[in-house]
């Protein structure tokens, strides 16, 4: 059974940094893309990071919103995907999800495979 768990969410300061994990289990997270999604209460969700399989690689993609602040990152060994996110501001109060997907590309619906999110806090 495919099954993807986050981790690492919590309570920062504005400026602060958090990193995210995303455990896979069940199959191997190198083949299929992993993206990093949030939502906000009242918002819509929004993919914030997503990289690629190892068989189709691409340079990561990031909304423009958390542009060289999160940086996606993947460990084969541990099969886990990483979002490490630093500078954070009050705006990224979500709760943070992951899921697999075809591509990064892709769009949303494609994407499957959903743990049960972490929530992180930014409160001054």
């Known amino acids: 059974q495919m099954q993807l768990v986050e981790s690492g969410g919590g309570l920062v300061q504005p400026g602060g940094s958090l990193r995210l994990s995303c455990s896979a289990s069940g199959f191997s997270s190198d083949y299929y893309a992993i993206g990093w999604f949030r939502q906000a209460p009242g918002k819509e969700r929004e993919k914030v990071a997503c990289?690629?399989?190892?068989?189709?690689?691409?340079?990561?993609v990031y909304a423009e919103s958390v542009q060289d602040r999160f940086t996606i990152s993947r460990d084969s060994a541990a099969n886990t995907v990483y979002l490490q996110m630093n500078r954070l501001t009050i705006d990224d109060t979500a709760v943070y999800s992951c899921?697999?997907?075809?591509?990064?590309?892709?769009?949303?619906?494609?994407?499957?495979?959903w743990g049960q999110g972490t929530q992180v806090t930014v409160l001054a």
């Open positions: 990289i690629s399989s190892i068989e189709f690689y691409r340079d990561p």
């Open positions: 899921a697999e997907g075809p591509a990064c590309d892709e769009d949303e619906i494609l994407f499957d495979t």
